[in-house]
């Protein structure tokens, strides 16, 4: 079992940054992928970015050039920094771990206001 803990979340103008961070607990086994996703109201949930533990990273379009994933396998974290926010980055934005088995976090809120 692992357990996910997201922390970061918020509300923030349009053009500003937020940090999340997720840390996992648990049975870690070393070969794993974290990533972030996100699920809008009325829409399907969607990748936002993940990283392998060895560091390669995938982005989704709209990330790129914006946010920035990274982990720190000491702490079996992994952040997400996310700069220059949009109206449309609002959602609630989990945190996934898939390695033996596919884990998520509860989710936490980001509102990026105008």
């Known amino acids: 079992q692992v357990q996910l803990v997201e922390s970061g979340g918020g509300l923030v103008q349009a053009g500003g940054s937020l940090r999340l961070s997720c840390a996992a607990s648990?049975?870690?086994?070393?070969?794993?992928?974290m990533g972030w996703y996100r699920q809008a109201p009325g829409k399907q949930r969607e990748l936002v970015a993940a990283v392998t533990s060895n560091g390669k990273t995938n982005y989704a379009d709209a990330a790129k050039g914006r946010f920035t994933i990274s982990r720190d396998n000491a702490q079996n974290t992994v952040y997400l920094q996310m700069d220059n926010l949009k109206l449309e980055d609002t959602a609630v934005y989990y945190c996934r771990w898939a390695g033996l088995g596919d884990y998520w976090g509860q989710g936490t809120q980001v509102t990026v206001s105008s």
């Open positions: 648990g049975t870690i086994f070393s070969n794993n992928v």
